[in-house]
């Protein structure tokens, strides 16, 4: 399936969910529903607004950073769509940096659209989309693309969201981890 922005893609909302309208460059039609409640979004696009330029650029970069650990198109698709709801429609989330901890001899610098890898200090590790590599508040973006993270007691994340971290906290994917048995939306 091959989609072009222009071709009538359009934001909207389909039981109490962001959702896109997408055509497919052979005409066909689906409706696309992101994970994000409305009351969850902190910019709510109005109805039919275009998935624009920018939307498409994000969605590109998603895409060539998950296509490298997702082989299957149809799920990379569902975490790119929800990695751009997420970096352009969800309020940001505190810095919780303090939550993680640097991996040895860390010197990657994380890029727009990898697929990389926290490590809790709970020794727990999630892997996560970077939507920004380094924001206005100098901190990382990163979209969860585990089912859940738990990093304590009374913590958690859920597959989809936010999470913002001192960029030194993010390491390349799997590099900590021996294992390399994992799985995405």
Request: with cysteine; hydrophobic share 35%; net charge negative.
């Amino acid at each position: 399936m091959v989609i072009t922005p222009e071709l009538g893609c359009t934001w909207t909302y389909k039981d109490g969910k962001l959702s896109i309208n997408l055509t497919s460059d052979e005409g066909k039609s689906y409706l696309f529903k992101t994970h994000y409640n409305v009351d969850q979004l902190y910019v709510r696009p109005e109805i039919n607004a275009p998935f624009c330029v920018e939307d498409a650029n994000l969605l590109g970069d998603y895409l060539r950073g998950l296509g490298e650990v997702v082989k299957d198109e149809g799920s990379a698709l569902d975490l790119g769509l929800n990695g751009v709801a997420c970096q352009r429609f969800t309020k940001p989330t505190f810095d919780t940096s303090k939550y993680f901890m640097a991996y040895a001899n860390n010197d990657y610098v994380p890029q727009l659209g990898d697929v990389v890898t926290l490590y809790a200090v709970s020794n727990e590790a999630g892997d996560c989309l970077v939507l920004d590599p380094c924001d206005k508040d100098g901190l990382a973006r990163l979209m969860l693309l585990n089912q859940d993270f738990v990093i304590d007691k009374n913590r958690g994340y859920l597959l989809g969201m936010m999470i913002r971290v001192k960029p030194e906290l993010v390491c390349m994917f799997r590099s900590g981890i021996q294992r390399n048995r994992y799985s995405y939306a």
